[in-house]
């Protein structure tokens, strides 16, 4: 069946942990008639948490897609929408969710406004280019604040929000909504579980403070759409809601404006109107740009694809999970058609993959379908060779999408299996989880005989540590969690030569490189167009045929090899240019094996003469705590090396903001909960990578 992409939709739910995110989800699949009963996520029955993890804590740990049609204007329509979680530790489920949507509604709490992870997700958004409607969340909450919240996304966020509804009160006081477009107010029956909803005329006292908050709406829908203009300035109240509906469609496609909309999800009040938010503002996939690649074959050329069936096929596989019934890759179809049974390219690889079935999903159910066409998200069963960012295309017209940004893992803890039969089975485990989550990463040191587990924070690990005893059934000890430090050059170091000769008889090796090495920024290595890799740009500089060109990609491989095991502490080495000037080799002996070793050695040589140095991470802790308590938190934070970058005062609470080094971190939840008798919270998130104090560097190279 061809489906109309009119009337799809492609949309995320993402915000700070604890906004509502799920809350939310769960009434979306209650309204449109994909569940029967709304599941709650504090009582352990939110359809879109359900791995035992999930229930258990309340949270959502894996981004869950779900299919479901709404009924509005007289069309049903279609939306695929993923559920992700807000914890930082999991950020590269919102990463890889948003790579493949096209649009996404953002959730505020309606007391805090804008949170520290609200702003990773916007960043997250912004580098994908991904429209967004707002949706400020639990005005029933005492202390929400419709005002504050709004202005928070435009002072903290730098986005140009537009209010289209307004709260009709707050807290325990809040009723139903207005809306601005058609200015009238709506009301949700509570004992229909706010399935039937109520028009009825605006409450004379929030009349005028509806009819200031519209003037601004028409406003600023004028200036989206220039053909409103002569007509605001001659009559704004000719204006229809169909053309502001119009204008603001436009703005937010263009990523111009974000329209804002409020409610209780708890109370079941405004998601309906939320939902019509999507399909009136939110681009279907023929609205978004046409999606860029490159010809795998022929270096540098950009190839596009529409996104129509006709098109050649195109897919990005986002996700990948392991269960009873087989490995499920989870994609996103871009143009063209896939009927089951196909026959596909793995252009990343170089490797055809076959897609024995393929499924719409809903949570941890699935739905058989014959074939999926452009603009649709699906999961398939088959691939053999696939993992998360790689592209899947027709064989005969091959291209290769943007893949997937994944961050660098700041935590690690050592591993090791109870028995010997856990040993291989442990092996098979990491392997697997690492597949379905690349954020995940693990090595074994064969100098310690040690395996250590690398991830995104404590409660990532833990999370790992459990699926492999919990699911798995591996036993396994596990290590205290180590900050994964970086090392750097400061200086720099010219004419640093690498030397490989080795002669044992017959014919031997020889490889002979001359390089410099100098720091560099990741923003320094875009401006001047250098490609960085994990960290270290290479450019080639050889003229004169010093090294034959067939050698120069070995020496690129041993410098990068090097790079990744470390000249200090064995920490990868990240922010270094290295450029290759010189050298030379010998007609016989010269082999790509010692091009690359002679690459290892100049650049260990090169970084130890450019004085090498230790970077630690660095998290923006963000901590809020009743005013009393602002003099201990602080000094606590100041003995833990932290800098304190704001503070704000909201009411009676004092939100802080600070940097602080992650190794001084571990346990500090249950430390702020003993400095401020329980009363005040934290969250943090990696922020950046900064030089340590040479005293501490000390002390931790020597406990490595």
């Not at 600070?658 to 001084?664: K, N, Q, R």
Request: negative net charge; glycine residues 8%; charged residues 25%.
């Amino acid at each position: 069946m061809t489906v109309d992409l009119e009337r799809v939709r492609n949309i995320g739910i993402c915000a700070h942990i604890d906004a509502g995110k799920t809350t939310v989800t769960e009434r979306v699949l209650f309204y449109t008639g994909r569940s029967y009963k709304i599941g709650e996520v504090h009582e352990g029955t939110a359809t879109m948490d359900f791995l035992a993890e999930e229930q258990e804590r309340g949270i959502t740990i894996q981004a869950a897609a779900t299919t479901c049609p709404w009924e509005y204007n007289g069309h049903t329509y279609t939306i695929n929408l993923i559920d992700t979680p807000g914890h930082v530790d999991f950020t590269i489920e919102v990463e890889r969710s948003l790579r493949v949507l096209d649009g996404a509604v953002a959730i505020f709490d309606g007391k805090e406004g804008v949170e520290a992870q609200s702003e990773t997700v916007w960043r997250q958004a912004d580098r994908y280019e991904v429209p967004r409607i707002c949706f400020i969340n639990k005005m029933d909450k005492i202390g929400a604040d419709f005002e504050f919240s709004f202005k928070s996304i435009r002072e903290r966020l730098g986005a140009h929000p537009i209010a289209v509804q307004l709260p009709i009160g707050s807290g325990n006081d809040f009723e139903g909504i207005i809306d601005l477009v058609e200015m009238k107010a709506y009301y949700f029956d509570a004992g229909e579980m706010g399935a039937i909803v109520e028009q009825r005329p605006i409450p004379e006292e929030l009349v005028e403070t509806a009819t200031l908050w519209r003037h601004q709406l028409v406003e600023q829908a004028a200036d989206l759409d220039e053909s409103l203009t002569e007509q605001y300035i001659e009559d704004e109240y000719s204006i229809k809601p169909e053309q502001i509906k119009a204008a603001l469609r436009i703005g937010t496609r263009e990523l111009r404006c974000t329209p804002v909309f409020c409610g209780a999800a708890l109370k079941n009040i405004g998601i309906q109107r939320v939902l019509n938010g999507v399909i009136d503002y939110l681009p279907n996939p023929t609205e978004v740009k046409e999606i860029q690649g490159i010809h795998p074959r022929k270096e540098g050329e950009i190839v596009t694809r529409p996104p129509s069936e006709d098109a050649p096929f195109s897919a990005l596989v986002f996700k990948v999970v392991s269960d009873t019934h087989g490995e499920l890759s989870y994609m996103r179809v871009y143009s063209g058609k896939l009927t089951k049974g196909t026959r596909l390219l793995n252009s990343n690889v170089n490797k055809k993959e076959n897609v024995s079935r393929i499924f719409e999903m809903h949570a941890k159910d699935r739905q058989p379908l014959d074939s999926v066409g452009a603009g649709q998200i699906v999961a398939v069963i088959g691939l053999k060779h696939s993992a998360t960012g790689d592209t899947l295309c027709d064989i005969d017209k091959p291209i290769i999408l943007e893949r997937i940004h994944f961050p660098d893992p700041v935590i690690t803890m050592s591993i090791e299996p109870q028995t010997n039969d856990d040993k291989k089975k442990l092996s098979d485990a990491m392997a697997v989880i690492h597949r379905e989550d690349p954020s995940f990463q693990f090595s074994f040191n064969e100098e310690t005989g040690e395996t250590v587990i690398a991830g995104m924070g404590e409660l990532h690990l833990e999370i790992v540590k459990n699926k492999l005893m919990r699911d798995r059934k591996i036993a396994v000890n596990v290590g205290t969690p180590r900050v994964s430090y970086r090392e750097t050059v400061t200086g720099a170091a010219n004419d640093v030569r690498g030397k490989f000769v080795k002669q044992t008889g017959g014919r031997g090796q020889f490889g002979d490189v001359v390089i410099n090495v100098r720091h560099i920024t990741k923003d320094e290595a875009a401006e001047q167009e250098i490609q960085m890799v994990d960290g270290v740009a290479f450019v080639d500089k050889i003229s004169g045929g010093a090294i034959p060109r067939e050698y120069i990609p070995s020496v690129r491989t041993g410098i990068r090899n090097a790079a990744k095991s470390g000249i200090l502490g064995g920490y990868p080495v990240v922010n270094i240019l290295v450029e290759l000037v010189d050298g030379s080799h010998h007609e016989v002996d010269s082999s790509q094996i010692a091009f690359e070793q002679a690459g290892a050695l100049a650049f260990r040589e090169g970084c130890t003469r450019a004085r090498i140095a230790l970077l630690e991470p660095i998290m923006k802790v963000v901590i809020l705590t009743p005013d009393e308590y602002f003099g201990p938190v602080s000094g606590d934070l100041a003995s833990r090396r932290g800098q304190i970058v704001e503070t704000d005062l909201r009411g009676n609470l004092r939100v802080i903001t600070a940097d602080v080094p992650l190794s001084e971190m571990f346990g500090y939840t249950t430390i702020l909960r003993g400095i401020t008798q329980g009363r005040a919270s934290s969250s943090m998130e990696p922020s950046k990578y900064r030089l340590m104090p040479d005293r501490l560097r000390d002390e931790i190279l020597a406990r490595t």
